[in-house]
């Protein structure tokens, strides 16, 4: 019957265990050498006062964000509204609450910081906080046109209603108006005589101003 040998370790496992346990004993040695803290004798008779033991100063933990601001992204939506939109105007044109603002089917105008001015029937409203944008189609040199604008954008010196529609439309989004069956085609007269008009207004009230300071002036 074969007699079982017995398992040898190579020499480098030897030192690994040896190393091993001469650590573990230098860290024992070290804690038992610590030097324990000096306790205070006690009270020679009952009149002496106990020892006094110094307090550490526990500070409160930081105020949390949760409670300063229930809706971040909220509060930061409406102080961003606020920067770019300071009067109010905008918000309160493309409002769903305003009945007077612009809807779907409007014909708007917009005018550019650094652009030409264009202008087209509004066929969708995005409404996004700050990213709130308009899509305006139109024809230009009979081939439909459109373009998306971001109300709260700094490019965006103003934008003006043109025309209302008639009646008010069943749809948020007119895309059949791509279709040249619905299409309305260029809206370029109807923002020529808008644009006539206005400075008719104009030509008159400053007249008006004119003549009253001139009367003034006589007086």
């Not at 480098?12 to 040695?29: F, N, P």
């Not at 038992?32 to 020679?44: F, G, I, K, V």
């Not at 509060?75 to 905008?90: C, E, H, K, V, W």
């Not at 309160?92 to 014909?107: M, T, Y």
Request: aromatic share 6%; charged share 30%; hydrophobic share 30%.
């Amino acid at each position: 019957m074969a007699t079982a040998t017995p398992t040898l370790r190579p020499l480098a496992c030897w030192k690994s265990i040896l190393r091993h346990s001469r650590q573990q004993k230098a860290i024992t040695r070290s804690l038992t050498t610590l030097r324990a803290p000096e306790r205070t004798a006690a009270p020679a008779s009952r009149n002496s006062l106990p020892p006094v033991w110094q307090k550490l100063k526990v500070y409160p933990p930081p105020p949390s964000a949760a409670a300063a601001s229930r809706e971040p992204i909220k509060d930061f939506t409406n102080d961003q509204l606020r920067i770019l939109d300071p009067t109010r105007a905008r918000t309160n044109l493309f409002s769903k609450g305003n009945p007077e603002g612009a809807k779907v089917g409007d014909i708007l105008l917009v005018r550019l910081k650094d652009g030409e001015p264009f202008a087209g029937v509004c066929i969708n409203i995005r409404r996004r906080g700050v990213d709130t944008g308009i899509l305006l189609r139109n024809q230009l040199t009979r081939v439909g046109v459109e373009m998306w604008y971001k109300i709260y954008s700094p490019n965006v010196e103003g934008i003006e209603v043109v025309q209302r529609k008639e009646k008010r439309a069943r749809r948020a989004r007119l895309t059949y108006m791509r279709k040249p069956k619905h299409d309305r085609g260029s809206v370029e007269n109807i923002v020529y005589q808008y644009q006539r008009m206005k400075a008719g207004l104009r030509s008159k009230e400053d007249s008006n101003l004119g003549g009253k300071k001139k009367g003034k002036g006589r007086k």
